[in-house]
Nanobody, 119 residues
Framework: QVQLAESGGGLVQPGGSLRLTCVAS????????MAWYRQPPGKQRELVAS???????NYGDSVKGRCTISRDNPKTTVNLQMSSLKPEDTAVYYC?????????????WGQGTQVTVSP
């Protein structure tokens, strides 16, 4: 199994910046990608950004130009650097890992970290 530890959430003013970090531990072999999702209160979870082992990244439309996702050299840590934050960025942010086990792709989720953007 894979455990995901998220950190970096908190309160930030509009226009500010924030850096989220997710560290994967446990059975970390065969990880294919890491990503960040978010879920505002009363709304569905949506993709913020993802990164493949090849380095290819993908960003949600709502954060393009304001967000950068990256991984460290061992590829067990994923970071999300956000800037120009808006109140609508307020949400619980979840780390996600996709791992290949035999012929099966498996998803793993963190517990979430709260991000609040408010004056």
């Amino acid at each position: 199994q894979v455990q995901l530890a998220e950190s970096g959430g908190g309160l930030v003013q509009p226009g500010g910046s924030l850096r989220l970090t997710c560290v994967a531990s446990g059975n970390i072999n065969s990880i294919r990608s890491m990503a960040w999702y978010r879920q505002p209160p009363g709304k569905q979870r949506e993709l913020v950004a993802s990164v493949l082992n090849s380095g290819i990244t993908n960003y949600g439309d709502s954060v393009k130009g304001r967000c950068t996702i990256s991984r460290d050299n061992p590829k067990t840590t994923v970071n999300l650097q956000m800037s120009s934050l808006k109140p609508e960025d307020t949400a619980v942010y979840y780390c996600n890992v996709v791992r290949m086990v035999g012929w099966q792709l498996s998803d793993y989720w963190g517990q979430g970290t709260q991000v609040t953007v408010s004056p």
